[in-house]
């Protein structure tokens, strides 16, 4: 059947920012989706805030729109656009409910838009508790008992009959947002309030626990002929209870026998029909009852999802191209399977190798966050790793979290046999309770002799698992007794890299190096062979250059090709906070610019989630954890020309050392250049030498010293450990008593390493300016100036391009800092400069405060804001090919505001504190962009979620240093018409200046407080800019409380001076869309005006 | 103590690996299988006999070995070959593992090869002879025997697996077999595990047993059907004795054209009797038609294979296990093709254009693999009247 030809052009939702639950996967669909739609000759209109992702790169939809994602912009996008179709299902569950937004608001039929692939009541059937029960209960299958109540009354009646424990699941929210598991009767109270606040419907779901029971996921993909598929299997390696995003999941199912299988296959089947999708893929969990086989529908989702991506990584099946292509009326066996070429999308992979997935944390970001691993996500990225058995795929998992660990513990990681060593106690404790540490102490648990079935009891993950892991720690025990590689013959020695083991894990075992096993095995031809995931265990030949290495005979790499130049580029693993898709996009973007270039791109990446493995982003795939065991296996086999590590955040720069001292060639700016710019004593040389200021700074190697160096300093000082990335343990020190608190913490953090003190520039505006550069010349590509003062982290900052405040004068004074870095550094390709911006004297005086030459986080939002590629022509300048030949001679100047705001996972973290500071908290960014300045940042506002009031009640409360600027504001407030609300500090100011303000108390002090206005829905937005810090405090309890019931809540002074000029702009001006393609009429203009 | 086991090729590549399984030495068709669960069906499918069979997925023995699982009496494979036996067995179903198994029903096995790289050679090459020995490890010997091997073509094994004697059937399909809501929801007769007292009112299937699988059997007894399992090897008034409604065509092993007392039987049948057939039984009933069959490169085994049914325009994933295929160039008129098979585009099904007939490559009772197919017994079981 032909493709539908009664539409032309459909619409597509992304998924917007980065949080937990809803990372770079939508990224990976909806780039897919386009692709699909647009060589089936389709027009394809894109919506989504997030500017970090390659599907709003101008060149993937033919209409991009860079805008918030709520049903009233995306109807302006409507009302210009006049798309004939919605495709709801690919835009993760941010996609979806705000289809369904625009459907209740009656604007997809106003303008006659069809949603395509699943419709309003198939959604509906889907996503609400009662009508899913219901539907399953149709088809005969058994579901979790379960009640949906509206208020904690009904929900406690509900749970009389449902009993404790039970699951309570918020309507609505996606990544299982809110979800939890209420053990008692006052956890139940205060779990259910939680999760009423976060259902956008004020419903929650009272469930049945299963918790314990084995649990399983199936991607199944239907087409309007209802021709059913299984893509993937995947079973959970923790039990029910752990929300399967932070589980550790394995692919396919290793447990079933193919009876249980086939009836878990036709549940889906039956599922898929019943709900009604009637095209594309979709995600259904089960659980099962590991003493009887009961299986019961845990849930699904109607759309591509997270899982669906591991399913489409882990197989080969492209989920999200198929499913764009059904939805316009393809049927699968009318579509091709890339992969083999010859065979047909409709059938069901088999796989000849075992896939395991597993997430990563970031507690250590929140230290108040409670990191029990519960039904609700908290981990904020993956990785994915593929073996030929589960044992090799498990290790290699391990150490692709990029953790410290190097599988299975022998590593820098691992306590055993260290002081801190667990009690066997402390390891029971551990596995009872599911947390992120669980996995390290199942290790423990065996080496304490602990049997099998007493840690199944204690964990519920299946025997099956925990005997691979048994042969795990016996083949290290093994190894151990050796004593030496020299004792090991080459058929263990094989067997332990079968198993798994690294040469980092072996060389902790024998007490050698790393290189020295490496060195000695490869002397003894046990090297790494590379196997390709094929979608159908090699029964056809396989097209798709998607490998993954084992130790098998076989090595499956095509030959070199002679005339073709071939270069590596080095991704950036798990996203975590600090590194996630941004570098993704760079990596993107290198390879695209490679294969322009008419070079082979090579991209070795170990993140399911993203664009960079996807098979066709580049001409060789290596699904590998990013280390230098496996980075140098991969380059022993495909030879590279360069390879290219500035690309992909600092996990592989972290290795551009080992690999440029094993051989490897590095292109760009050299690993030595990359190393003076951060050793604090050479970089502190060259700024001297170029007459550039920076900070005074000093450091400490103990209490004393640092004491010391306060006195010289002066305070305000920011403290922080060396060699630790991502802020971590950074803190702002007004005075000694907080020094002395944060210093010890810091020198813990250190780990014996020294603590960095370094000035801190109060009230500085902080600036970041993203240069590329090449033999012959520097271009700015971006210079943005922070929303916030300096002190908060640059990735929790709001930024804008062109900056607003500051002079052409000092903007030219920046860019000339920059020419002389980038040539001081020598820079090939990418930097980034973190300049302060500080008022002496009366005059403004520049500070450098950071240099890194590599790609760093605003380059994609450099890259919208101005048009120009940035990390494409870094890419081709390191390739070689210099701007000048790339017709650059002149940096962008862009004629908008374009304003990137942080989003945070507070409302994932309940009751922590929400204060920015040095340390990055953010999960993903948005983007807003305006002709004004205020409507871009109320444009960047609304894209974060932070809704701004246009009246109601506003509480304020500042801290003693902004208490002078406060009244200012206030009076702004008050005449636009708001209500003010302050403690008494802040009103007693606000009186005196004859503004009207009603004073509450402190929460501790009694009532009214600002938390009984929040539950009441009375409090419209709370400006509390923090004098201390911590969830304990009254103002941390505050804005905790500020989070948790959805009430905007600004931190910091600046931020609230610019939401309250975008809330005034707001009165007089409406927020406007505009395509890419209409701000960058010529796509190559950024380059051709240039010119 | 590991006992080392090798695998040649008659090229001359030889696979060292693990023995598990029973000690010896067999020769075979060495061939493989992607599915990804269902080990125990398929060792215990008598189409195998004469195989020494490779399975792709690399875990194989995760969750044992059951007493229900079984699609024959005994395993039926000359030899196994996988990447790692589970040593340790996960299933509440499970009452053994499969080294015991192999071991009690004397099956030799191999693990720890690059099984990926014996697919790809037997790929790019086609299936090829075969030896499996953990007795004797001289490669040059052992390629020498795999090279003697007798192959498969031109050889009758069904005689090796036929039944002694008539049986009646009388066992349903496993309750696994279905989801509880099809009892509820639809109105066939499939799903029946207890027929109705009335017996005689019962129509009465002959099923000629060439080597098959259990859960045709079940398939059939719960259509509400009489069963009757005549050896392979009877003829034509033997089956119309039993004054059968209708006559089935089993699976089996091994190459059909030599099975001329088959086909005879089958061309007696043909017009006087509904007939179905499935995988040999459907070689077999397109060879009394008048067709040719043919020796695939390396065949399919697997229960990913889609078909797409012509009448219904809709594809169904199917499990298959065959070596040899029925020509397309060479089907008579009087054979409708009804499937065909979207890989690589051979027939799958064939209806008789004038007598109650018609037959499947693959196999619709699943065992392992989907149950897409369960319709054709309705199907069937809508012919008998």
């Not at chain 2, 009757?228 to 006559?247: F, M, N, Q, R, W």
Request: aromatic content about 8%.
């Amino acid at each position: 059947m032909p493709r539908r030809e009664d539409i032309k052009k459909i619409l597509l939702i992304g998924s917007g920012p980065i949080i937990i639950g809803q990372a770079c996967e939508f990224d990976y669909s909806g780039v897919q989706a386009c692709k699909a739609l647009k060589e089936e000759g389709y027009e394809v209109v894109l919506v989504n805030s997030n500017p970090a992702t390659i599907m709003t790169d101008p060149e993937m939809a033919d209409r991009t729109y860079i805008e918030p994602l709520t049903w009233e912009i995306v109807e302006k996008v409507i009302e210009a656009e006049r798309p004939d179709a919605l495709l709801p299902t690919l835009g993760g569950q941010t996609g979806l409910n705000l289809a369904m937004e625009l459907h209740q608001h009656g604007v997809l039929e106003k303008y006659g838009v069809e949603m395509i692939g699943a419709d309003a009541a198939v959604i509906a059937k889907a996503e609400s508790r009662d009508q899913f029960k219901a539907a399953m209960e149709r088809i005969g299958l058994e579901v979790p008992l379960g009640r949906t109540v509206g208020s904690l009354e009904e929900a406690r009646r509900a749970v009389g009959e449902i009993g404790l424990p039970c699951v309570v699941r918020p309507s609505f929210t996606l990544g299982g947002t809110g979800s939890s598991i209420a053990y008692n009767r006052e956890e139940f109270d205060e779990l259910v309030q939680h999760g009423l606040d976060l259902s956008p419907v004020n419903q929650i779901l009272l469930e049945e626990s299963v918790i314990g029971w084995k649990e399983f996921e199936m991607e199944v993909m239907r087409d309007k002929d209802d021709n059913c598929v299984i893509i993937c299997s995947i079973e959970n390696f923790d039990a029910m209870g752990v929300h399967t995003g932070d589980s550790i999941t394995v692919a396919p199912a290793q447990t079933l026998s193919d009876k249980e299988y086939q009836r878990m296959r036709d549940a889906s089947i039956a599922v898929m029909r019943e709900i009604g999708v009637e095209t594309g893929g979709s995600n259904i969990q089960f659980a099962i009852n590991p003493r009887n086989g009961q299986m019961v529908v845990i849930e699904m989702n109607p759309r591509v999802s997270r899982s669906s991506a591991l399913a489409s990584k882990a197989t080969g099946f492209p989920i999200a191209k198929i499913a764009a292509k059904l939805a316009v009326g393809y049927r699968l066996h009318e579509l091709p399977n890339d992969i083999t070429r010859e065979t047909r999308a409709c059938f069901e992979p088999t796989i000849d190798y075992v896939v395991t997935k597993a997430p990563r944390f970031a507690f250590e970001k929140f230290p108040e966050a409670d990191p029990t691993l519960t039904t609700q996500m908290k981990s904020v990225g993956e990785t994915m790793a593929i073996g030929r058995t589960f044992k090799e795929s498990f290790q290699k998992a391990l150490r692709g979290l990029e953790v410290g660990s190097f599988g299975f513990g022998r590593d820098n990681k691992d306590l055993w046999d260290t002081p801190e060593q667990p009690t066997i106690d402390e390891v029971r404790s551990k596995l009872v309770t599911p947390g992120d540490q669980r996995v390290w102490h199942l290790r423990y648990a065996i080496k304490y002799g602990m049997s099998l079935e007493e840690i199944h009891e204690l964990t519920g993950i299946d025997p099956w698992f925990l005997e691979n892991l048994v042969q795990i720690v016996e083949m290290e025990n093994h190894l151990d007794g050796l004593g030496g590689i020299d004792r090991c013959d080459d058929a263990t020695l094989r067997r332990a890299k079968q198993y798994g083991f690294s040469d980092r894990q072996l060389a902790v075992i024998w007490k050698m190096t790393e290189l020295d096993v490496r060195s000695e095995r490869k002397r003894r031809g046990i090297v790494a062979t590379f196997k390709s995931v094929d979608t159908c265990a090699a029964e056809f030949e396989a097209y798709t250059p998607y490998y993954y290495s084992t130790y098998e005979d076989e090595d499956e790499i095509p030959p070199k090709n002679p005339d073709k130049k071939r270069i590596m580029i080095l991704g950036g693993g798990p996203n975590r906070i600090g590194q996630g898709i941004e570098f993704d996009y760079c990596c993107c973007h290198a390879s695209f610019a490679l294969r322009e270039l008419g070079i082979e791109s090579i991209m070795v990446n170990s993140n399911p989630e993203t664009v960079s493995t996807d098979y066709d982003t580049s001409d060789l795939l290596f699904f590998e954890p990013l280390t230098t065991e496996d980075v140098l296996n991969i380059c022993d086999s495909v030879e590279p020309d360069g390879v290219i590590v500035q690309f992909g955040g600092q996990t592989p720069l972290n290795l551009a050392r080992a690999l440029s001292n094993a051989g490897v060639p590095i292109i760009g700016t050299s690993v030595d250049m990359i190393e003076d710019a951060e050793d604090r004593e050479k970089f502190k040389n060259i700024l001297h030498r170029l007459k550039l200021k920076q900070p005074a700074g000093a450091i400490a190697r103990n209490m004393a010293q640092a004491r010391n160096q306060v006195a010289e300093v002066g305070f305000p000082v920011l403290v922080r450990p060396s060699f630790v990335l991502g802020g971590r343990a950074m803190e702002i020190c007004y005075d000694m008593t907080q020094f002395e608190r944060f210093v010890a913490v810091a020198f813990v953090v250190a780990q014996g390493q020294p603590v960095l003190i370094d000035r801190f520039l109060e009230d500085a505006i902080e600036v970041d300016v993203d240069a590329i550069a090449d033999e012959e010349q520097v271009i700015v590509a971006g210079v943005m100036e922070h929303i916030e003062e300096a002190g908060v982290h640059s990735g929790d900052s709001a930024c804008v391009i062109p900056p607003h405040s500051l002079s052409p004068a000092m903007i030219d004074e920046i860019r000339q800092a920059t020419y002389a870095l980038a040539r001081r550094l020598q820079v090939r390709g990418l930097m980034n400069i973190q300049f302060a911006v500080k008022h002496e004297q009366g005059r403004p005086t520049l500070y450098v405060l950071e240099v890194n030459p590599r790609a760093s986080r605003t380059v994609p939002f450099v890259s919208k804001a101005t048009g120009m590629p940035v990390a494409k022509v870094a890419a081709k300048v390191m390739a070689g090919e210099s701007l000048a030949e790339q017709g650059i001679f002149e940096e962008p100047t862009p004629q908008q505001f374009s304003i990137k705001e942080a989003v945070f996972p507070f409302a994932k973290f309940a009751g922590i504190d929400v204060v920015l500071g040095p340390e990055m908290k953010s999960t993903g960014e948005v983007m807003g962009i305006s002709e004004s300045f205020f409507i871009a940042f109320a444009k960047s506002q609304v894209a974060a979620g932070t809704v701004l009031p246009t009246g109601g009640k506003v509480f304020i409360s500042v801290a003693q240093r902004a208490k002078q600027h406060v009244v200012e504001l206030a009076r702004r407030l008050e005449r636009m018409g708001f209500e003010l609300l302050a403690t008494r500090g802040t009103a007693q100011r606000l009186e005196q200046a004859g503004i009207p303000v009603l004073s509450l108390m402190k929460i501790q002090q009694g009532h009214p407080n600002a938390v009984d206005f929040m539950i009441d829905g009375n409090l419209q937005l709370v400006i509390n800019t923090p004098s201390g810090k911590g969830a304990r405090t009254d103002e941390g309890r505050i804005r905790a409380a500020a989070v948790s019931h959805g009430v905007p809540c600004i931190t910091t002074f600046e931020g609230a001076t610019a939401a309250v000029g975008a809330m005034e702009a707001l009165r007089h001006e409406e927020m406007t869309v505009q395509a890419m393609q209409d701000r960058f009429p010529n796509p190559s203009r950024a380059t051709a005006t240039l010119r | 103590m590991p006992r080392t086991a090798k695998l040649a090729l008659e090229d001359g590549t030889i696979f060292t690996g693990t023995a598990f399984g029973a000690d010896g030495e067999v020769d075979g068709e060495v061939c493989f299988n992607t599915s990804m669960t269902g080990y125990q069906e398929i060792l215990t499918d008598p189409s195998y006999r004469g195989q020494i069979v490779a399975m792709t997925y690399p875990q194989i023995g995760n969750y044992g070995v059951n007493a229900e699982d079984v699609e024959s009496h005994r395993p039926h494979l000359a030899g196994f070959i996988v990447r790692e036996v589970s040593r340790r067995v996960s299933n509440f179903r499970a009452d053994g593992d499969l080294d015991g198994y192999l071991k009690h029903w004397g099956i030799v096995g191999i693990e720890g090869i690059d099984t990926r790289r014996l697919v790809r050679r037997l790929r790019i090459e086609g299936v090829m002879k075969g030896v499996l020995s953990s007795n004797d490890l001289d490669d040059a010997r052992l390629v020498a025997r795999a090279k003697a091997g007798p192959g498969l073509i031109g050889r009758d094994l069904v005689r090796e697996v036929v039944p002694e004697k008539p049986v009646e059937w009388t066992d349903p399909l496993s309750p696994w077999a279905k989801l509880p809501a099809d009892d509820a929801t639809s109105a066939a007769p499939s799903f029946n595990p207890e027929p109705s007292a009335t017996g005689a009112a019962r129509p009465h299937i002959v099923a000629l047993d060439y080597g098959m699988k259990w859960n045709i059997a079940r398939h059939l007894f719960s259509l509400g059907c009489r069963v009757t399992i005549l050896p392979g090897t009877a003829t034509a008034a033997e089956v119309e004795s039993y004054k059968p409604d209708g006559v089935f065509l089993s699976n089996g092993p091994g190459d059909p054209e030599p099975l001329d007392y088959a086909q005879r039987t089958i061309r007696d049948l043909l017009g006087r009797k509904p007939i179905f057939g499935i995988c040999l039984g459907h070689q077999l009933l397109s060879l009394a038609c008048g067709a040719k069959t043919y020796k695939l490169k390396f065949g399919h085994r697997g229960a990913n294979q889609p078909v797409l049914n012509h009448r219904t325009g809709r594809v169904e994933i199917t499990t298959q296990n065959h070596g040899f295929a029925v020509a397309a160039d060479s089907l008579p008129e009087l054979l409708e093709t009804t499937h065909l098979n979207l890989n690589d585009e051979t027939i799958e099904g064939v209806r008789h254009r004038e007598y109650p007939a018609f037959s499947v490559q693959y196999h619709p009772e699943a065992s392992a693999g989907p149950h897409d197919s369960d319709y054709l017994f309705d199907e069937f079981r809508a012919m008998l009247g």
